[in-house]
């Protein structure tokens, strides 16, 4: 019966309709799944959706990335597959001002993030990848005041050789900080975390380092059980996604810029703008944008007097780029001798 209808709306059909038709498979479901790139993820926790505890406000059980602080969770060997590129990453959130939790300086507590990767539980340069800067993070929300920047916490991702994943061995993967200023979680930003019925021995706190990966003996300080921190691995496929940014606009005053865009393509994860005084170099100079509207203001004064190129620039999840057309930004004029 059912191929009966199917039969009666086609020939209800133009013709050049039911030859189009006829063409395609009749169930065309599985083959589409099978052509839609979408990266593969590797954590201590499957669903990574229940990483919300801690980095996105509340009590944060002391779960800071620290100087003397590493977070180290071991995963089974990764099927590579035929994946184009591989990136570990964390989710992070909280990241303090100076003042926290008072209001009076707004500057972000600086600091690096990096992240390792080996086969064994020992870590040095080789194994190291620089994963973030905490002023590129959301901010902790004050108590008593509104803060700019404040969000939820956000996947950052560092890429790594596909070679320096194992599909055979176990990888042990390190997060910690070589901030001086992250020994506490009144001034450091907190990983997010999971809870976990498993009960096999995968995750551990470092807590004699000094700002580099713990190596030699003793790396498995301290283990962790009922809950699993943010760190994972991320295997993208190879794909042809573009990240296209429209409607690129900056407004130059006497005293700032104000600059829009959009940004289209397939999950946009960030968001930011470069600078650049001959089309070459570029350099980031604002935070990550995590979710549209994108808007952002310059003083004048944070940026060159002198011309420079702007532009914008966006990164969907499958990490892929995508760049605005550059804008020339004119001289700021001098001021007029008396």
């Known amino acids: 019966m059912r191929h009966f209808i199917a039969a ?11 030859a189009q038709a006829a063409a395609q498979p009749e169930d065309k479901g599985p083959a589409f799944a099978a052509k839609s790139p979408v990266p593969a993820y590797f954590a201590p926790e499957n669903n990574l959706g229940k990483y919300y505890l801690y980095a996105d406000g509340g009590f944060h059980a002391d779960w800071y990335v620290g100087y003397n602080n590493c977070w180290i969770v071991k995963l089974p060997p990764v099927p590579m597959g035929s994946y184009a590129k591989a990136f570990i990453g964390a989710k992070l959130g909280r990241a ?41 993070l959301p901010r902790e929300p004050l108590p008593n005041d509104s803060l700019d920047g404040v969000d939820s916490a956000r996947w950052l991702w560092a890429e790594v050789p596909l070679s320096r994943l194992s ?10 900080s070589s901030s001086r200023y992250f020994t506490a979680a009144s001034s450091s930003p907190i990983i997010a975390a999971a809870l976990s019925d498993g009960e096999e021995e995968n995750v551990w ?34 794909n042809e ?49 995590f979710k549209a509207p994108y808007f952002w203001t310059f003083g004048r004064e944070e940026l060159s007097k002198d011309m420079f190129y702007l532009r914008a620039a966006a990164l969907d999840n499958l990490e892929n780029t995508g760049y605005s057309m550059p804008i020339t930004v004119p001289a700021a004029p001098q001021p007029k001798a008396e």
């Open 241 to 289: 996604f573009k990240v296209f940014i429209k409607g690129f606009a900056a407004e130059v005053g006497p005293d700032d810029i104000q600059v829009s865009f959009t940004a289209i393509g397939e999950d946009i994860r960030a968001a930011w703008l470069e600078i650049s005084y001959d089309k070459f170099d570029w350099q980031r100079v604002t935070r990550y944008m």
């Open 167 to 176: 599909a055979e061995k176990e990888n042990y993967l390190a997060l910690w």
């Open 8 to 18: 009666l709306l086609l020939a209800a059909l133009p013709a050049a309709a039911r």
């Open 96 to 136: 303090k001002i100076m003042s926290w939790p008072a209001s009076w300086d707004t500057a972000p507590v600086p600091g690096k993030i990096y992240m390792a990767l080996n086969q064994a539980p020992t870590f040095n340069s080789d194994h190291t990848y620089f994963l973030a800067e905490a002023a590129d």
């Open 205 to 238: 706190l470092n807590r004699s380092i000094k700002g580099n990966p713990p190596s030699g003996e003793g790396v498995l300080e301290t283990p962790i059980s009922g809950l699993k921190p943010a760190i994972a691995v991320k295997l993208v496929p190879a």
